[in-house]
């Protein structure tokens, strides 16, 4: 187990800070976080208040030199980790998480990769789209692992595989919803190969199938994940799973035409089947 730290006074503002991030950019992860245990709270929050910022710069400044951006952050962040503080205070936070979860190096560089491909990336090899994956969904499932797992390395070593499933499977679902914007906004095609003019029914089964095993994999390792966790990834899992088959359901022409949602009324439906489930044992 990791020992618990008593925090200063400027840790604790700086943890307000990330949480307000959250809840500005994301209601629906504000909302997930809120699910899990409080003792996840703060360094979840610490978590995407990174990766938000992160990806702030790669797809938000265009005003500005991205590249000298997202170099400063890079080297802000493992100066943060390195020296254990920081006046910024979302890289204090995850500084912080970092240190005392002992999220590892590789992580972090791979995540930071990512952003750096959506710089410059437009087409993906086949290479390119695993890689992306993984530094940019995989590795943040892995980083809230470490945090689930408190120090049990053996249990996170079990679950590590089935966590990279769901990252890969939230963000492949993504990807499908985003299509029409990725390309029209940003010019990016992410699945490998894809002519978005040859973009059918065989093609999208062929992708929803590849979803789908990651789907069945990434269940394996929620209902093994410590209770205070569980229900809040089971949460994300159930919600991914409903736009996953609403999307499936919809004609490739309109998942070419239009962002495919869950409605809110269907989100706290959703909420409320999932927590009995969890309540009961039932997932």
Same mark, same amino acid.
């Given at each position: 187990?990791?020992?618990?730290?008593?925090?200063?006074?400027?840790?604790?503002?700086?943890?307000?800070?990330?949480?307000?991030?959250?809840?500005?950019?994301?209601?629906?992860?504000?909302?997930?976080?809120?699910?899990?245990?409080?003792?996840?709270?703060?360094?979840?929050?610490?978590?995407?208040? %990174?990766?938000?910022?992160?990806?702030?710069?790669?797809?938000? %400044?265009?005003?500005?030199?991205?590249?000298?951006?997202?170099?400063?952050?890079?080297?802000?962040?493992?100066?943060?980790?390195?020296?254990?503080?920081?006046?910024?205070?979302?890289?204090?936070?995850?500084? %912080?998480?970092?240190?005392?979860?002992?999220? =590892?190096?590789?992580?972090?560089?791979?995540?930071?990769?990512?952003?750096?491909?959506?710089?410059?990336?437009?087409?993906?090899?086949?290479?390119?789209?695993?890689?992306?994956?993984?530094?940019?969904?995989?590795?943040?499932?892995?980083?809230?692992?470490?945090?689930?797992?408190?120090?049990?390395?053996?249990?996170?070593?079990?679950?590590?595989?089935?966590?990279?499933?769901?990252?890969?499977?939230?963000?492949?679902?993504?990807?499908?919803?985003?299509?029409? =914007?990725?390309?029209?906004?940003?010019?990016?095609?992410?699945?490998?190969?894809?002519?978005?003019?040859?973009?059918?029914?065989?093609?999208?089964?062929?992708?929803?199938?590849?979803?789908?095993?990651?789907?069945?994999?990434?269940?394996?390792?929620?209902?093994?994940?410590?209770?205070?966790?569980?229900?809040?990834?089971?949460?994300?899992?159930?919600?991914?799973?409903?736009?996953?088959?609403?999307?499936?359901? =919809?004609?490739?022409?309109?998942?070419?035409?239009?962002?495919?949602?869950?409605?809110?009324?269907?989100?706290?439906?959703?909420?409320?089947? =999932?927590?009995?489930?969890?309540?009961?044992?039932?997932?």
């Amino acid at each position: 187990m990791v020992k618990e730290i008593p925090l200063d006074l400027y840790t604790k503002t700086n943890f307000e800070c990330s949480k307000l991030i959250t809840s500005r950019y994301s209601t629906s992860f504000t909302l997930g976080i809120r699910t899990l245990a409080k003792k996840y709270h703060d360094p979840i929050y610490a978590i995407y208040g %990174f990766v938000r910022y992160a990806d702030e710069i790669v797809d938000t %400044f265009h005003d500005h030199n991205k590249q000298d951006l997202l170099n400063r952050f890079k080297a802000d962040t493992y100066q943060a980790i390195d020296e254990g503080i920081s006046l910024n205070p979302v890289l204090h936070t995850f500084q %912080f998480v970092v240190n005392r979860y002992k999220i =590892s190096y590789d992580l972090i560089d791979a995540f930071l990769y990512s952003m750096e491909m959506d710089l410059e990336l437009t087409r993906c090899n086949q290479i390119d789209y695993e890689k992306y994956i993984y530094g940019s969904a995989e590795v943040v499932g892995l980083m809230c692992l470490k945090v689930f797992c408190e120090g049990d390395d053996a249990f996170y070593q079990k679950l590590e595989n089935p966590a990279r499933s769901l990252g890969a499977a939230f963000q492949k679902v993504n990807f499908l919803r985003d299509m029409k =914007s990725d390309f029209q906004e940003r010019g990016r095609v992410y699945f490998p190969g894809l002519d978005l003019s040859q973009f059918g029914s065989d093609v999208k089964q062929a992708i929803e199938k590849d979803i789908q095993k990651d789907f069945d994999d990434a269940y394996k390792g929620i209902i093994q994940l410590p209770y205070g966790a569980r229900f809040g990834v089971y949460m994300a899992y159930v919600y991914y799973v409903k736009l996953f088959n609403k999307i499936k359901r =919809s004609p490739a022409q309109a998942v070419m035409t239009s962002r495919i949602r869950i409605p809110d009324n269907v989100k706290i439906l959703l909420l409320v089947q =999932s927590w009995f489930k969890h309540k009961f044992n039932f997932i």
